[in-house]
C-alpha cells in the first residue's frame, strides 16, 4: 500500500475499505459535542458490540421466565453454552474446537496450564519469560516455582534485549535456548508483548524449545483477534487470553485457553479438578469417580457465568464473519499508515519502538517521548484521542481493523504533532 499524508488519502482509503461497516456493529465513545473520539485502546479494553445487548438480553429473559429450567430449555441451552462459541474461538486461533475453550480469567488460566505444564525436576526446574512480560505473567511464574519449591533466583530466566535495544531478537532467544534448554521446563512467551508491541515467532521458539525437549507455552493477551494465529500447526503446548483486549468481550471478560490435541488424552498430565470437567454423559449422576471430558473441556472447573458467554459469543460472531485474514490485511495497512504517518513528522524526541517489520508486530506501535511523554499523552487525551501511557515513557496507540479508520490514525498524528 502507498500511503500519501494529506487527510483525502486516509478519507479515500476509508471509503474504499472493504471492512468499512464493520465499524458501524459498535458503539463508538463520543466526545460532549456527540463527536466520535480516536479510540487506540482497543488493545487495553475492546469498545462493546452493538450485539451484545440483545445476546446478553436473551440469556436474561430465559433467565426471568423460566429460571433454573433455563438449563435445559433456554432457546440456547445453558448448559452446554460454552460449546457454542468452540467453533468461532477454533477458527480465530487455528485450533480444533476441541482444543479450545473459554473459561475464568486469563491469570487463572495461567496457572492452571502451569499446574498440569510445569512439571520441574532438579535436572529441569527453569522457566524462560521476557524480562519485560506483563507483570501478572511474572508473579504467576515467579509463584508457581515458590510452589514447586524452587527459588525464582535460581529457576527463573528473564529474557532481556541486547543492551540499547527495546525489543528481543529471535536469534538471541533461539541461542538462548539452545545453550540452557536443558535446565529449562518451560518457556513463556507472549505473543505479543504488551509494553514494546512486538509479535514472536511462536514457530520459530515452539521449534526451539521442543528441540531441547522443553514445553512452550504463550500468553496471547495481546494477540488474540490481533494476529492470524495457527495455534495447532505451529505446534504449541498451551497459551491463554484474555478476551477484553481485541477480542471486545467486555471488562472482565471471560478468558480462553488452548492445549494442543496431543496432550488431551495424556493422563498422567496433572490437572485439578472440578465438576465441569467430568464427562457429560456421567456428570449429573453425582458419583465421586472423576471421568475426565476427552478435550479441552477437562480443565474446566465451574459452571461458567453464561451472560459474560453471551457478551463474547456477539464479538466472535463479528470475527467469524469478517475473518482473522481479512481484518489482518486491513491491520497492516491501518498501522503501516500511523508510523508512515509519525514518520513523516520525523521529530527528534519521538521514536518508535516497535518493530518496523509487520511480522513482527501487531496493531500496535509504542511511541516513546524522549521528554515531556506525560504531557503529550495529557494533550492527546484532551483532543480527543483516548490511547494509554504506560510508564516510564511510552505511548500505547493500537489502531483496530474492526472498528478505527485511516481518517482515525491521519487525526491522531495531527493531535500528537499539532
Ligand atoms: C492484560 C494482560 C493480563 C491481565 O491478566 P488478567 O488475568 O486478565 O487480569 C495478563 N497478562 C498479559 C500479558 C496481559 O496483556
New binding site residues.
Partial sequence: MKFLPDIEFALKTDSEDPLRSCRNKFFIPKNRRGEDLVYFAGNSLGLQPEAVRSYVEQELKDWETMGVEGHMHAKNPWLPYHEYLSGQTARLTGSHPEEVVNMN????N?HLMMVSFYRPTPARHKILIESN??P??HYAVQSQIKFHGYDPADSLIEMKPREGEFTIRIEDIESLIEKDGDSIALIMF?GVN?YTGQAFSFERITKAGHAKGCIVGF?L??AAGNLELKLHEWNIDFAVW?S??YLNGGPGAI?GAFVHQRHLLDMTIPKFWGWWGQDKATRFLMHHNFQPIPTIESWQLSNPPILQLAALRASLDIFDETGMDALRKKSIGLTGYLEFLINQKSDDNIEIITPADHAQRGCQLSIRAKTGGKELHNRLNSNGVICDWREPDVIRAAPVPLYNTFTDVWKFVEVMFG
Avoid at 480469567?105 to 487463572?108: H, P, Q
Fill in positions: 480469567s486469563l491469570t487463572v495461567l512480560a506483563f501478572s505473567d507472549a504488551y500468553d493477551a495481546h484474555c477484553y483486549k478468558a
